[in-house]
């Protein structure tokens, strides 16, 4: 009987046991990552999503960030702590963790001063002492970061408008181009191309009212200045900036007109019909 009991146990529990050993080995621990690729601005920042469900004492705990394609270190928390003399130079001072949340099973990465050289796949390595684990995030796509007013623009009718759109980017005019269009029928309002205004593409409704500030494009300004406002003026307008790789836009709505009220003076007529005099009052409303 002793021997039918091992045989049992040999061929029934034992292979069990080490499948579940197996299965909790390659398992590993859960690391949750981005739902997709990450979109973001030239210059501006970003954070690398990394977490794991159970937080994992510190004294436990090591995480590597690290470029997928040259296994760049990005950060490195060991011991408790930031390790930045292990961080490569490349991230030095722009890769950090948010310190508090670490001990909360939060290892996300916050990203700074984003370079075209940012763009790519990212691994974090999540190490405890029985286990290990890993997710992958991936920024895909670096715009130029665009920038433009904070709400809708009040105009008078009539007069001029400038239409804020700035970037930061520090390209040669010749590698930069920049359009404004219509956002409701894509007319091309103005045109920036090969270091200079392309008036000759401008939508004939536009042509001598809209203008850039010439000595402001230089430094990346392509606000637009558009004169002689008329209603069919209103409306949101699209600026869109070019470089060699990348792209970036920002949006501008020209909302409400404000009117000028002209008050014409009184005025009598002798001699009217009723025997009196007949006076005029009215107003008028022009731009």
């Not at 961080?87 to 099973?105: H, L, M, N, P, W």
């Not at 005025?267 to 005099?277: A, E, V």
Request: one cysteine or more.
């Amino acid at each position: 009987n002793e021997a039918l009991n091992f045989f049992v146990f040999l061929v029934f529990f034992v292979p069990k046991y080490i499948y579940y050993c197996m299965f909790a080995l390659l398992s590993g621990l859960h690391v949750v990552g981005p739902s997709g690729p990450l979109t973001v601005e030239l210059g501006g920042s970003v954070m690398l999503p990394c977490y794991v469900e159970t937080p994992i004492p510190l004294e436990e705990l090591e995480v590597e960030w690290k470029r997928a394609d040259s296994e760049a270190l990005v950060h490195l928390f060991q011991d408790g702590e930031s390790r930045p003399e292990a961080q490569d130079q490349a991230y030095s001072g722009r890769a950090s963790f948010f310190t508090e949340e670490v001990e909360r099973g939060n290892f996300s990465l916050l990203l700074t001063n984003l370079t075209t050289k940012d763009a790519g796949v990212y691994n974090c390595f999540v190490y405890s002492q029985q286990e290990t684990g890993q997710t992958s995030v991936e920024i895909k796509e670096i715009r130029l970061r665009v920038l433009g007013p904070s709400g809708p623009l009040i105009a008078k009718l009539g007069g001029s408008v400038m239409l804020p759109c700035n970037t930061e980017d520090t390209s040669p005019l010749e590698e930069l181009e920049a359009e404004w269009k219509r956002a409701d029928s894509e007319a091309l309002v103005h045109l920036f191309q090969d270091g200079e205004s392309r008036l000759d593409f401008q939508d004939q409704a536009y042509s001598g009212r809209a203008r850039f500030f010439t000595e402001k494009v230089q430094r990346g300004n392509f606000s637009l200045l558009l004169t002689n406002l008329t209603t069919e003026d209103a409306g949101t307008y699209n600026c869109f900036v070019y470089s060699q790789q990348e792209t970036g836009q920002t949006s501008v709505e020209i909302g409400k007109w404000k009117f000028t009220l002209a008050l014409i003076p009184q005025y009598s007529i002798k001699g009217s019909p009723n025997g009196g005099q007949s006076s005029n009052n009215c107003g008028n409303t022009f731009g």
